[in-house]
């Protein structure tokens, strides 16, 4: 098998690392496969694929969208991050709680979380790069975030003074959303 199943830390979240062919030339890392992630019960419809560079320090998120409803496979491909991910389903057994993990171009680390999370990441290195298939075309009226340091979520994340973008300072809290009418449509 291509890829090792590393974690499932919260229902429907999946932790991967494909395999990786070394030798003299360098490396070779089949990524994506959509028979091997099917097999795995990860969804294997993606349908816009996104990149970005961030400096060290950066935190982005913690970003969600309902319609449609996505889903996002995170790996880093320079550098490295703390990827995070929030249960944000309604009526989840769940509901609030977080995982994260540090991941890099070097362990090939992927993470795959449902629609129903907030996912993000903090940069800890300069320069590092993220890359994430999504199984939705986004719609800026259908998305939203959860605040980086909502205390409800008492997420830990590895950097103290973030540079966020305006849009994550002042998002909602888990509360906020929980209250909004569009929070039904994630549930468990």
């Known amino acids: 098998m291509p890829f090792q199943i590393l974690d499932r830390p919260l229902p429907g ?3 991967i690392r494909p395999d990786a062919y070394a030798d003299e030339r360098g490396l070779f890392i089949e990524s994506f496969r959509a028979d091997r992630f099917e097999e795995l019960g990860i969804p294997a419809a993606f349908v816009q694929e996104n990149q ?5 320090g950066v935190i982005r998120g913690l970003h969600f ?13 320079r550098g490295r991050a703390f990827l995070v991910g929030v249960d944000i389903r309604w009526n989840s057994p769940t509901l609030g709680r977080w995982f994260g993990l540090e991941a890099s171009d070097e362990d090939r680390t992927q993470v ?3 629609a129903g999370f907030a996912r993000g ?3 800890l290195e300069e320069g590092t790069e993220v890359l994430y298939k ?7 009226k259908n998305e939203s975030g959860i605040r980086w340091n909502d205390p409800r979520i008492g997420l830990r994340w590895p950097v103290t003074e973030p540079l966020l973008s305006p849009k994550d300072r002042d998002a909602q809290s888990l509360d906020d959303w929980l209250r909004r009418p569009e929070s039904k449509r994630f549930a468990v």
């Open 13 to 15: 979240v999946v932790v």
């Open 52 to 56: 970005s560079r961030s400096r060290k």
């Open 65 to 77: 969208q309902w319609e449609p409803a996505m889903g996002k496979l995170m790996r880093v491909t």
């Open 112 to 114: 795959w979380a449902p």
């Open 121 to 123: 990441f903090a940069a």
């Open 134 to 140: 999504c199984t939705g075309t986004y719609d800026p």
